[in-house]
Every structure is written in structure tokens, then in C-alpha cells.
């Protein structure tokens, strides 16, 4: 399993430590490949994008109306987190739903 999110972010920090053999990938340091995005866009449509972020009331109308590969691609950071990717299935959240999902 392969956890993206941010080191900084508390909800990833509660979904590393309920999930200590996942391989943990910082979206700021490392960015998130091309080929997972456009599979998370195609699972969680524009709720992959975290409107309530800072990042998101930075962002320009012009950028706020870009496709949102584009957005999640020159800023990483917009992606809603954690994003969980065990082979073919993924998950978005630490939510009761996912942590019950991976048996918790």
C-alpha cells in the first residue's frame, strides 16, 4: 500500500500510524505520478481537489478554472489526504468509512 499525503498534515500522521508497513510518499517533496492522478480523477472526480485548502484561496480565478490534473500536478499540495493506493483500489481520507474498509 502507498499512503500520499504530507508529513506536516495530522490526518496523514493518524493513517501512517494505524498503517506502519504502507509506504508513506510526501506529495510536496515527491509530487504524486501522473498515471495515479489521472486514476484518483477518475475514482473521486473534483473531490480529489481540496477546495477549503490555503493553497485552493491562493490560487487565481484563472488557476481555480484549470483542469484539475493541472492544478494537482503544478500544485501537489490542492490534493485532498491522504490518498491510499493498494493495487487497484484506492482511497481518499481517513474517514470511518475508509478505516473500516481496511478493517479498523
Request: proline share 7%.
Amino acid at each position: 500500500m502507498i499512503l500520499y499525503g504530507l508529513k506536516t498534515c495530522d490526518t496523514c500522521r493518524k493513517a501512517r500510524k494505524a498503517l506502519p508497513d504502507a509506504d508513506f510518499v510526501d506529495v510536496r517533496d515527491d509530487g504524486v505520478p501522473e498515471e495515479i492522478l489521472k486514476r484518483a480523477l477518475g475514482r473521486f472526480g473534483p473531490a480529489l481537489v481540496n477546495t477549503r485548502s490555503t493553497t485552493w484561496r491562493d490560487l487565481s480565478e484563472a488557476e481555480r478554472a484549470n483542469d484539475p490534473l493541472a492544478q494537482l500536478q503544478t500544485h501537489p499540495t490542492l490534493m485532498k489526504r491522504p490518498l491510499l493506493v493498494a493495487g487497484d483500489t484506492m482511497y481518499l481520507g481517513w474517514t470511518p468509512d475508509v478505516r473500516r474498509s481496511l478493517g479498523f
